[in-house]
């Protein structure tokens, strides 16, 4: 298949699946919606995660940047939520591209503490510092505050969900161009073997710069569309905790490939509402999850399916006298 | 500011200090030996403060609580070093942080299951307050900072005085060498695994009468471990203690400025000191843990 259609074609089927479903489970609309927000929170830190290989334990930040911005948009400044949106995406590029050349050049565990140490530093900001602004613990509400957009009246929950569908679409789309081009090779080589890839010419910096920067936006991306759903947002949402889960799902849909945080969103969000039902201790189950997924599962829920479809593929084509062709 | 205030802020940040050492000195180790980052070392804290918490309120000895903290928490390091670590040493350094923090949210689900959500007051073990020019400070908080000054001056005997000391100190330098020497270095380990997570059990124990033991409390402790260890360089047993010291003192000050500051200011000093020099205080240069700075 021409990889240009695949580009696209993967994408739409996810999102026609989605679609179909919601009037499948018309209950469970809200749970979609949250399903594909959180995904594209997944994918920020798959970037970093499975691409660079980078771990953070402050991801929940740069969500909490986005949301702030939409929420302190709307609240004091202008009425157009798709602007909100759009600002809250610039806050994060903006945040990445300042932090990017202080953080990436740390290594390891000093990337994952010092963003651990930001995450912290952004609550406190958040929650105590800016409070005549944020309202502290409160919250600030917004819900009243949000316009009517011409096309889409994203207040209504249904309409939202296709909004946010639309959204996934073409993030997802441009996720996998970015899986087939050069810079989604250089993000693999890098993680790979860091001194070879400078070797042969390449900057290094540059391109982990490039991913922080595109991790924060898609993380802000996130977080500024969890503002928009809830109309309200409380510093609870930039919390240390929230990093653990992120890892957490990025490993288990299957970290550094591109429908892997779909499967880690989908994955982890339903465990985490089915435990909830019975048991409210979901670390022991979390916990559980990752190290049996860690030591048994390394490539994850999406690993595991495409291990299956890749074993039926390969027989068709071997029957067909095709085989030794490179896929992607 | 009156002098009042300035030696109860003392008094407290050496308590701090203390507190932050017995914590931290298990990941140091596991830094410089083990070459992981050992992120369930606060299971064993958390476990010490609960057994701390039960034995005082079942027999009423403080004395009992210490001990049962630290024999359970040192029977934890046994179990998850045999059982699950030894099988990651090999890996690399992200792969141990998650399995390791993975260990920890399972320790926090256990603690959960056995002893409830809410959080469980320890009963003081003594009132008594003496008196340094004309304050009155309570004797308890001075006594942690003199158990941490015995734990670093026990490692430090261990570490340069006895045989095992010198094939730990060589292990540092590199285990594969050590290995060939005939020196099980496996089996040195476990035993500073297991007087590691001891440790971190008596620091939790000792914690305990002056907070609320909470099954969360790990989280907050975890990121001031941390700072610590980051702050006074990887695996340098000399460097944690300074930095406790400095990072004990920074929160109690905020605390006496501005009550949030207490618990943000570390983060701030952490985030600085990354940035300006990512080797600590006591840090060395080189390739030694897989880092290139």
Known sequence: ???????????????????????????????????????????????????????????????????????????????????????????????????GPFFIRLRGDYFALINAALCAIGVFVFQKLLIGITRGEDGLWFRTQMSRVRLLDIRLPNNFFFFVMIIFFIVLVLYSHMNNSV??????????????????????????????????????????????????????????HRAAEVLVATLLGGSGTVYGPFFGALGFLGIKDLVSRWVTRWELVVGVITLIVMFRFSKGIWGGIRKVSLKIYDRDERSAGRCGRQRS | MNLNLWITSLVYG??????????????????????????????????????????????????????????????????????????????????????????????????????????????????????????????????????????????????????????IRAGIENPNNVQGLGINIYKIFTIMFVIASGIAGLGGALYAPLIMVGPYMGWDMLLFAFITVILGGLGSIKGTMVSALILGQVMALGGTLWAPLAYIAPFIVMFLVILVKPTGLFGVRGTAFGFES
Do not use: C
């Open chain 1, 1 to 99: 298949m021409n990889k240009k259609v695949k580009t696209v074609l993967g994408p739409f089927i996810l999102v026609v699946l989605l679609s179909i479903s919601r009037y499948l489970f018309s209950s469970k609309m809200t749970f979609i919606t949250e399903i594909a927000i959180y995904s594209l929170f997944v994918m920020g830190n798959n970037i970093l995660y499975g691409y660079l290989g980078m771990v953070s334990f402050g991801q929940p930040f740069y969500l909490s940047i986005g949301a702030w911005t939409s929420a302190i948009f709307l609240a004091y400044i202008g009425h157009n939520p798709i602007l909100a949106m759009l600002l809250g995406i610039a806050g994060g590029v903006i945040t990445g591209f300042v932090l």
């Open chain 1, 183 to 240: 810079l989604g090779s250089s993000f693999k080589a890098l993680k790979v073997n860091e001194r070879k890839m400078r070797f042969l010419g390449f900057d290094t910096f540059r391109i982990r710069w490039i991913g922080f920067i595109l991790a924060s936006a898609l993380s802000s991306l996130s977080g500024s569309l969890y503002a928009l759903n809830l109309g309200f947002v409380n510093p609870s949402l930039g919390e240390t």
């Open chain 2, 14 to 167: 050496l308590s701090m200090s203390g507190v932050l050492f017995l914590v931290s000195v298990g990941i140091s180790i596991g830094f410089g030996l083990m070459r992981i980052v050992n992120m369930e070392q606060m299971v064993y804290y958390t476990f010490g403060a609960y057994m701390a918490y039960t034995i005082v309120t079942s027999t009423g000895s403080f004395l009992l609580g210490i001990i049962a903290a630290v024999a359970v928490a040192a029977a934890l390091g046994i179990i998850v070093e045999t059982q699950l670590l030894r099988r990651v040493y090999s890996r690399e350094m992200m792969f141990t942080m998650v399995v390791t923090f993975s260990v920890f949210l399972i320790g926090i689900g256990i603690i959960q299951y056995i002893w409830g959500l809410d959080p469980k007051p320890v009963a003081s073990p003594m009132e008594t307050m003496i008196r340094i020019v004309r304050v009155k400070v309570p004797l308890y908080r001075l006594l942690i900072f003199a158990v941490a000054i015995l734990v670093y001056i026990g490692i430090q005997l261990l570490l340069n005085r006895t045989i095992m000391g010198k094939a």
